[in-house]
């Protein structure tokens, strides 16, 4: 008698196997605890989701989940196993790392890997051509952006209160630059830990308003409360200003009260159709209302992977990274109206156009008062 070893299950054409679901990493190394991390997952899911029904690709998307908190205040390095665990799973691809210390911590293994990482990490010190990254803002241009709008509020000369990190250095290093071209004087720079207590606090917000600075730039990833509450017991009311760090002003975080008449830099716009589309979607599919960054992005890392993995030949990594750089011209969720994701051989920051929005809140309101085109010229 003869055993029949053949799979068991039903096949649709007995030639070919099962089709089997593509196996993409998710690290996510900060922040997981909290709903906008969530609603970011989430959004990665809903994207592949949908490209599955309608048919982009022929398979669903399978994630690989590790969370652990990285750099500065934790271990990069336990970012770093992480990261290694996913490539032992056989993943095409790894979502994350996301913040600098925790970047840097894994970029030889990037290239060791040799398998596509889709970040939102910001920093502009990592070049690999395994890095693809849809940047939750651009150290370099989101301090562009904020002394243009200081310059164009007339202010005069700017203090800034930066984190004593990997990314505070590398803001500080356009800020002299930016500063510069825009004409205005720094009265000061004072560093602090990432989580700063209210002594720390008042000695360098006293430094700042001491030199006669009348506009405060802080760049620190710190909760927003404490340094209102510092402001207040100096009696200091500069114009306040911040780059990215503006997106903790979102519910979740530490919400839009601590952050009243400040003006920052964010990454979603109310009328970018492709935002508003996403947060009816989302709605739909989960049950909850969500409407701000790290949704637009996880969304947008989704579909931008999605999009690719419906050019992918073979299905490797390899076959992955070269189908990467074909995206071209997907509209994004992220950013203002008509920002597209394109990569190519040699580009690896997705978004292009006005990626970047100007946002403040005003009388408990978060509002969108411009995008990264505004106030470029003198």
């Known amino acids: ?9 039903p096949v649709v054409n007995p030639r070919r196997p099962t089709t089997l679901p593509y196996r993409v990493g998710l ?25 599955h029904a309608k048919g982009l690709i022929d398979r669903p998307v399978e994630l690989v989940v590790r969370r652990v908190y990285g750099g500065p205040n934790a271990s990069a390095l336990d970012v770093l196993a992480a990261f290694r665990e996913l490539i032992n799973e056989r993943v095409l691809a790894v979502i994350g790392p996301t913040l600098p210390d925790d970047m840097m911590a894994c970029r030889q293994e990037f290239d ?21 990254q849809l940047p939750n803002g651009t150290y370099a241009d989101e301090v562009h952006m904020i002394v243009n709008y200081a310059r164009a509020s007339g202010c005069k000369s700017i203090g800034l209160l930066r984190d004593q990190t990997l990314m505070g250095m590398e803001y500080q290093a356009t800020f002299a630059l930016a500063t510069r071209d825009a004409g205005i004087r720094v009265a000061g720079v004072h560093g602090i830990r990432p989580s700063p207590d209210n002594p720390e606090l008042l000695e360098g917000l ?48 530490d919400g839009a009260e601590p952050f009243e008449g400040w003006v920052g830099i964010d990454q979603y716009h109310e009328e970018n159709p492709v935002f508003r589309n996403l947060v ?64 190519s051989q040699s580009t ?21 008062i411009g995008t990264l085109g505004d106030h470029l010229y003198k």
Request: proline share 5%.
């Open 348 to 368: 690896r920051r997705g978004y292009q156009g006005n990626y970047l929005v100007y946002r403040r809140v005003t009388n408990g309101r978060n509002e969108a």
């Open 1 to 9: 008698m003869m055993s029949d070893s053949a799979q068991k299950k």
């Open 280 to 343: 009816a979607r989302f709605s739909d599919r989960f049950g909850r209302h969500a409407a701000h960054t790290y949704q637009a992005i996880g969304y947008d890392i989704g579909r931008a992977l999605c999009y690719a993995f419906s050019m992918m030949a073979p299905a490797t990594p390899e076959g992955l990274r070269e189908a990467l750089e074909k995206v071209r011209m997907l509209p994004a969720a992220a950013g203002g109206p008509g920002t597209v994701i394109s990569f």
């Open 27 to 51: 690290l996510i190394d900060w922040a997981y605890e909290t709903a906008p991390v969530n609603d970011y997952a989430d959004a990665i899911t809903l994207a592949c989701e949908e490209a």
């Open 112 to 132: 060791r890997a040799a398998t596509p990482v889709l970040s939102f990490g910001g920093t502009m010190g990592i070049s690999s051509p395994y890095v693809f």
């Open 206 to 253: 006293k430094a700042l308003r001491d030199a006669d600075a009348d506009a405060l730039l802080v760049i620190s990833v710190s909760l927003q409360a404490p340094i209102e509450a510092a402001l207040k017991q100096l009696d200091w009311s500069p114009m306040k200003l911040m780059v990215c760090n503006f997106v903790a002003s979102i519910p979740g975080f």
